[in-house]
Protein backbone atom coordinates (compact mmCIF):
# COMPACT_ATOMS: atom_id res chain seq x y z
CA UNK A 1 0.00 0.00 0.00
CA UNK A 2 1.66 3.42 -0.88
CA UNK A 3 2.01 5.88 1.39
CA UNK A 4 0.54 9.53 1.01
CA UNK A 5 2.43 12.62 1.90
CA UNK A 6 1.87 13.76 5.50
CA UNK A 7 2.08 17.78 6.02
CA UNK A 8 1.48 19.36 9.22
CA UNK A 9 1.73 22.88 9.61
CA UNK A 10 3.05 25.05 12.65
CA UNK A 11 0.46 27.69 13.24
CA UNK A 12 1.55 30.70 15.23
CA UNK A 13 -0.51 32.84 17.74
CA UNK A 14 2.40 35.34 18.86
CA UNK A 15 -0.52 37.65 20.26
CA UNK A 16 0.22 36.24 24.23
CA UNK A 17 -2.02 37.74 26.48
CA UNK A 18 1.16 38.82 29.04
CA UNK A 19 3.50 40.16 26.37
CA UNK A 20 0.87 42.45 24.34
CA UNK A 21 2.55 45.43 26.50
CA UNK A 22 5.69 44.53 24.60
CA UNK A 23 4.78 45.16 21.37
CA UNK A 24 6.25 47.66 18.50
CA UNK A 25 5.17 51.34 19.59
CA UNK A 26 5.46 54.67 17.68
CA UNK A 27 8.33 56.36 18.62
CA UNK A 28 8.26 59.01 21.53
CA UNK A 29 7.90 62.49 21.12
CA UNK A 30 9.86 63.92 23.78
CA UNK A 31 7.93 67.46 23.27
CA UNK A 32 4.31 65.46 23.85
CA UNK A 33 3.74 63.46 26.80
CA UNK A 34 3.34 60.05 24.49
CA UNK A 35 0.74 57.11 24.34
CA UNK A 36 1.29 53.46 23.81
CA UNK A 37 -1.08 51.60 21.70
CA UNK A 38 -0.54 47.96 20.95
CA UNK A 39 0.15 46.18 17.97
CA UNK A 40 -2.18 42.68 17.42
CA UNK A 41 -0.58 40.27 15.73
CA UNK A 42 -3.44 38.49 13.35
CA UNK A 43 -3.15 34.57 13.72
CA UNK A 44 -3.13 32.12 11.12
CA UNK A 45 -5.15 28.47 11.01
CA UNK A 46 -3.61 24.91 10.96
CA UNK A 47 -5.12 22.02 8.89
CA UNK A 48 -3.30 18.39 8.70
CA UNK A 49 -3.84 15.79 5.24
CA UNK A 50 -5.75 13.10 5.54
CA UNK A 51 -3.70 9.94 7.12
CA UNK A 52 -3.71 6.74 4.56
CA UNK A 53 -0.12 4.68 5.42
CA UNK A 54 0.82 1.08 5.80
CA UNK A 55 1.68 -0.10 9.11
CA UNK A 56 5.72 0.22 8.49
CA UNK A 57 5.29 3.65 7.55
CA UNK A 58 3.15 4.79 10.20
CA UNK A 59 5.53 3.54 12.72
CA UNK A 60 8.18 5.21 10.83
CA UNK A 61 5.84 8.59 10.83
CA UNK A 62 4.70 8.11 14.63
CA UNK A 63 8.52 7.98 15.45
CA UNK A 64 9.44 10.81 13.47
CA UNK A 65 6.26 12.84 15.23
CA UNK A 66 7.74 11.88 18.73
CA UNK A 67 11.07 13.32 17.91
CA UNK A 68 9.75 16.73 16.75
CA UNK A 69 7.41 16.90 19.78
CA UNK A 70 10.86 16.90 21.93
CA UNK A 71 12.94 18.93 19.83
CA UNK A 72 9.93 21.79 19.44
CA UNK A 73 8.69 21.43 23.52
CA UNK A 74 12.49 21.72 24.32
CA UNK A 75 12.71 24.69 21.81
CA UNK A 76 9.60 26.21 23.62
CA UNK A 77 11.28 25.57 27.06
CA UNK A 78 14.45 27.97 26.03
CA UNK A 79 12.18 30.25 24.52
CA UNK A 80 10.34 30.74 27.69
CA UNK A 81 13.09 31.23 29.72
CA UNK A 82 14.74 33.78 27.75
CA UNK A 83 11.48 35.70 27.16
CA UNK A 84 11.62 36.47 30.97
CA UNK A 85 14.57 37.75 30.65
CA UNK A 86 14.00 39.88 27.91
CA UNK A 87 10.96 41.30 29.56
CA UNK A 88 12.65 42.08 32.43
CA UNK A 89 15.16 43.93 30.85
CA UNK A 90 12.36 45.89 29.18
CA UNK A 91 10.47 46.74 32.03
CA UNK A 92 13.50 47.75 34.15
CA UNK A 93 14.23 49.81 30.87
CA UNK A 94 11.32 52.21 31.03
CA UNK A 95 11.28 54.41 33.89
CA UNK A 96 14.33 55.83 32.42
CA UNK A 97 13.08 56.39 29.03
CA UNK A 98 9.87 57.90 30.61
CA UNK A 99 11.83 60.04 32.82
CA UNK A 100 14.12 61.32 30.02
CA UNK A 101 10.99 62.08 27.99
CA UNK A 102 9.66 64.17 30.86
CA UNK A 103 13.19 66.18 31.19
CA UNK A 104 13.18 66.82 27.52
CA UNK A 105 9.50 67.95 27.73
CA UNK A 106 9.92 70.28 30.35
CA UNK A 107 13.06 71.49 28.88
CA UNK A 108 11.26 72.64 25.55
CA UNK A 109 8.28 74.15 27.70
CA UNK A 110 11.14 76.10 29.02
CA UNK A 111 12.74 77.32 25.63
CA UNK A 112 9.45 78.00 24.02
CA UNK A 113 8.98 80.34 27.29
CA UNK A 114 12.14 81.99 27.33
CA UNK A 115 11.91 82.48 23.36
CA UNK A 116 15.42 80.70 23.00
CA UNK A 117 16.40 79.75 19.72
CA UNK A 118 16.84 75.52 19.47
CA UNK A 119 17.26 73.97 15.74
CA UNK A 120 16.44 70.74 16.93
CA UNK A 121 13.20 71.61 18.15
CA UNK A 122 11.98 73.35 15.62
CA UNK A 123 9.02 71.93 13.59
CA UNK A 124 10.43 71.32 9.58
CA UNK A 125 8.63 69.57 6.83
CA UNK A 126 9.55 66.16 6.67
CA UNK A 127 11.71 65.50 3.58
CA UNK A 128 13.01 62.25 3.87
CA UNK A 129 12.13 59.54 6.19
CA UNK A 130 14.50 56.86 7.95
CA UNK A 131 12.62 53.68 8.64
CA UNK A 132 14.19 51.19 11.16
CA UNK A 133 12.77 47.87 10.51
CA UNK A 134 13.87 45.42 13.22
CA UNK A 135 13.34 42.06 12.70
CA UNK A 136 14.78 38.80 14.24
CA UNK A 137 17.81 36.93 13.15
CA UNK A 138 16.43 33.39 13.06
CA UNK A 139 12.80 31.52 11.77
CA UNK A 140 10.73 29.00 13.98
CA UNK A 141 8.94 32.19 15.82
CA UNK A 142 5.56 32.03 13.57
CA UNK A 143 4.59 35.08 11.77
CA UNK A 144 6.70 37.51 13.69
CA UNK A 145 9.24 38.94 10.80
CA UNK A 146 6.73 38.30 7.88
CA UNK A 147 4.19 40.71 10.22
CA UNK A 148 7.01 43.17 10.56
CA UNK A 149 8.06 42.83 6.94
CA UNK A 150 4.27 43.32 5.88
CA UNK A 151 4.09 46.58 7.79
CA UNK A 152 7.26 48.10 6.79
CA UNK A 153 5.82 47.51 2.85
CA UNK A 154 2.90 49.45 4.10
CA UNK A 155 5.09 52.00 5.14
CA UNK A 156 6.96 52.38 2.67
CA UNK A 157 3.82 52.48 -0.12
CA UNK A 158 2.34 55.40 2.09
CA UNK A 159 5.21 57.19 2.27
CA UNK A 160 5.27 57.08 -1.58
CA UNK A 161 2.09 57.51 -1.92
CA UNK A 162 2.86 61.30 0.20
CA UNK A 163 5.94 61.89 -2.00
CA UNK A 164 7.88 61.73 0.87
CA UNK A 165 11.57 60.34 0.14
CA UNK A 166 13.09 57.16 2.55
CA UNK A 167 15.70 55.45 3.42
CA UNK A 168 15.64 51.89 5.23
CA UNK A 169 17.63 50.61 7.87
CA UNK A 170 17.59 46.96 8.76
CA UNK A 171 18.11 45.41 11.47
CA UNK A 172 18.32 41.61 11.77
CA UNK A 173 19.23 38.60 9.33
CA UNK A 174 15.65 37.96 8.03
CA UNK A 175 15.14 41.80 7.35
CA UNK A 176 18.67 41.98 5.69
CA UNK A 177 17.65 39.09 3.51
CA UNK A 178 14.43 40.60 2.43
CA UNK A 179 15.35 44.41 1.46
CA UNK A 180 19.07 43.18 -0.20
CA UNK A 181 16.66 41.10 -2.75
CA UNK A 182 14.52 44.21 -3.41
CA UNK A 183 17.30 46.42 -5.27
CA UNK A 184 14.06 49.28 -5.20
CA UNK A 185 14.25 49.72 -1.87
CA UNK A 186 17.21 51.98 -0.88
CA UNK A 187 18.89 50.85 2.49
CA UNK A 188 21.11 52.11 4.18
CA UNK A 189 23.50 49.59 6.77
CA UNK A 190 24.53 49.62 8.39
CA UNK A 191 15.01 67.58 44.47
CA UNK A 192 12.92 70.73 46.68
CA UNK A 193 9.34 70.82 47.55
CA UNK A 194 8.40 73.85 45.30
CA UNK A 195 9.79 73.29 42.65
CA UNK A 196 10.84 69.67 40.52
CA UNK A 197 14.42 69.06 40.48
CA UNK A 198 13.89 68.48 36.68
CA UNK A 199 13.45 72.18 35.63
CA UNK A 200 16.71 73.02 37.73
CA UNK A 201 19.60 73.69 35.76
CA UNK A 202 23.18 74.68 36.17
CA UNK A 203 23.91 75.15 33.02
CA UNK A 204 22.01 76.37 29.77
CA UNK A 205 18.71 74.57 28.21
CA UNK A 206 20.20 74.75 25.10
CA UNK A 207 23.31 73.02 26.12
CA UNK A 208 21.32 70.38 28.37
CA UNK A 209 19.24 69.62 25.54
CA UNK A 210 22.13 69.08 22.96
CA UNK A 211 23.49 66.84 25.31
CA UNK A 212 20.16 65.08 26.14
CA UNK A 213 18.95 64.56 22.76
CA UNK A 214 21.38 61.62 21.51
CA UNK A 215 21.17 60.19 24.94
CA UNK A 216 17.30 60.25 24.19
CA UNK A 217 17.84 58.51 20.56
CA UNK A 218 20.30 56.13 21.93
CA UNK A 219 17.18 55.11 24.64
CA UNK A 220 14.76 54.62 21.99
CA UNK A 221 16.73 52.64 19.48
CA UNK A 222 17.68 50.60 22.73
CA UNK A 223 14.20 49.96 23.99
CA UNK A 224 13.12 48.90 20.30
CA UNK A 225 15.82 46.47 20.38
CA UNK A 226 14.49 45.17 23.63
CA UNK A 227 11.14 45.16 22.69
CA UNK A 228 12.02 43.64 19.23
CA UNK A 229 13.53 41.23 21.29
CA UNK A 230 10.98 39.84 23.92
CA UNK A 231 8.01 40.04 21.19
CA UNK A 232 10.32 37.76 18.65
CA UNK A 233 11.13 35.23 21.42
CA UNK A 234 7.37 35.63 22.79
CA UNK A 235 6.45 34.50 19.13
CA UNK A 236 8.52 31.80 19.15
CA UNK A 237 7.66 30.91 22.14
CA UNK A 238 3.80 30.82 21.42
CA UNK A 239 4.87 28.80 17.78
CA UNK A 240 6.89 25.69 19.36
CA UNK A 241 3.77 25.20 21.48
CA UNK A 242 1.52 24.78 18.72
CA UNK A 243 3.89 22.75 16.89
CA UNK A 244 4.49 20.59 20.53
CA UNK A 245 0.20 20.50 20.36
CA UNK A 246 0.13 19.89 16.55
CA UNK A 247 3.10 16.60 17.27
CA UNK A 248 1.05 15.52 19.49
CA UNK A 249 -2.40 15.50 17.65
CA UNK A 250 -0.62 13.96 14.68
CA UNK A 251 0.78 11.71 16.99
CA UNK A 252 -2.77 10.52 18.02
CA UNK A 253 -4.12 10.12 15.01
CA UNK A 254 -1.60 8.13 13.71
CA UNK A 255 -1.85 5.98 16.32
CA UNK A 256 -4.95 5.10 16.08
CA UNK A 257 -4.89 4.19 12.53
CA UNK A 258 -2.22 2.44 13.57
CA UNK A 259 -3.94 0.59 16.18
CA UNK A 260 -6.97 -0.09 13.47
CA UNK A 261 -4.75 -1.52 10.55
CA UNK A 262 -3.06 -3.69 13.11
CA UNK A 263 -6.26 -5.03 14.60
CA UNK A 264 -7.90 -5.30 11.04
CA UNK A 265 -4.78 -7.64 9.92
CA UNK A 266 -4.62 -9.36 12.74
CA UNK A 267 -8.36 -10.29 12.57
CA UNK A 268 -7.72 -11.16 9.24
CA UNK A 269 -4.70 -13.67 9.66
CA UNK A 270 -7.17 -15.44 12.78
CA UNK A 271 -9.89 -15.42 10.00
CA UNK A 272 -7.91 -17.61 7.33
CA UNK A 273 -6.55 -19.76 10.46
CA UNK A 274 -9.67 -20.57 11.38
CA UNK A 275 -10.80 -21.29 7.99
CA UNK A 276 -8.06 -23.23 7.03
CA UNK A 277 -8.75 -25.62 9.58
CA UNK A 278 -12.45 -25.91 8.70
CA UNK A 279 -11.09 -27.02 5.29
CA UNK A 280 -8.95 -29.67 6.86
CA UNK A 281 -11.60 -30.98 8.89
Request: hydrophobic fraction near 40%; charge should be positive; aromatic fraction near 4%.
Amino acid sequence: MSCSNLTMLVSSKPSLSDTTSLSFRSSLNPFQLPSSPAANIPSRSSSVTPIHCGLRELRTRIQSVKNTQKITEAMKLVAAAKVRRAQEAVVNGRPFSETLVEVLYNINEQLQTDDVDAPLTKVRPVKKVALVVVTGDRGLCGGFNNYLIKKAEARIADLKQLGIDYTVISVGKKGNTYFLRRPYIPVDRTATTDFSPILQFEQDPVQILDALLPLYLNSQILKALQESLASELAARMSAMSNATDNASELKKSLSMVYNRQRQAKITGEILEIVAGADALT
